[in-house]
């Protein structure tokens, strides 16, 4: 099967996205990057915790690719250091490699999902990553109810939970975006 991975421009550098993305690859790849709005905003509050403590802790849970993890740490490169927690191993692998293609070693990604119990093993339904599909609104346990009751899940996968408290670490701001999980 052909790669449906690609490296894209970005307003924040390149980026990895997968080609069959209906969202937020598509919206990048149209306008330049994703939740411009959102990230604006996150911005103006990681500000005000930066004159407060010089220094910030930004946790962005379900990174999905890293939009906000990349914007936050080429914005304050020196000054933020970056945990990303993606639970998807396929999204995960690119959002390490968009860290890596633009050199920030500030952001540590984590293939892991977040829950208040760490540890603990969860199977998670897989989309096929080689068709179109909205890659960033994987719901990873079934909820009551769903706007995406169309997408099929191909496969299974396990991924560990980790809970936030368990890096016992200052945390100044976190970014959740999972799906109403």
């Known amino acids: 099967m052909k790669n449906p991975n690609a490296i894209i421009s970005s307003d924040y550098g390149p980026i990895i996205i997968n080609v069959n993305d209906s969202v937020i690859g598509k ?4 306008h330049g990057y994703w939740a411009i709005d ?4 996150i911005k103006q509050l990681v500000e ?3 004159q407060k403590f010089g220094e910030v802790t930004f946790y962005d849970v379900g990174a999905n690719i890293g939009t906000h993890a990349l914007a936050m740490a080429k914005t304050y490169a020196g000054k933020i250091k970056v945990r990303a927690f993606e639970a998807q191993r396929q999204i995960y692998n690119m959002l390490c490699g968009t860290m890596a293609l633009n050199g920030i070693g500030h952001a540590f990604c984590h293939n892991n999902a977040v829950s208040a119990v760490n540890g603990e093993t969860l199977e998670i339904g897989l989309l096929d990553y080689h068709s179109a ?3 960033g609104a994987l719901e990873l346990m079934a909820p009551q109810r ?3 009751q169309a997408v099929v899940k191909t496969s299974t996968e396990r991924v560990l939970t980790v809970s936030l408290d368990s890096f016992n670490e200052r945390v100044d701001f976190i970014k959740i ?3 109403g999980m």
């Open 48 to 50: 005000m915790q930066l």
């Open 133 to 135: 599909n909205n890659f």
């Open 27 to 30: 919206h990048i790849g149209k």
């Open 177 to 179: 975006d999972i799906e």
């Open 146 to 148: 769903s706007d995406q």
């Open 38 to 41: 959102d990230l604006n905003l």
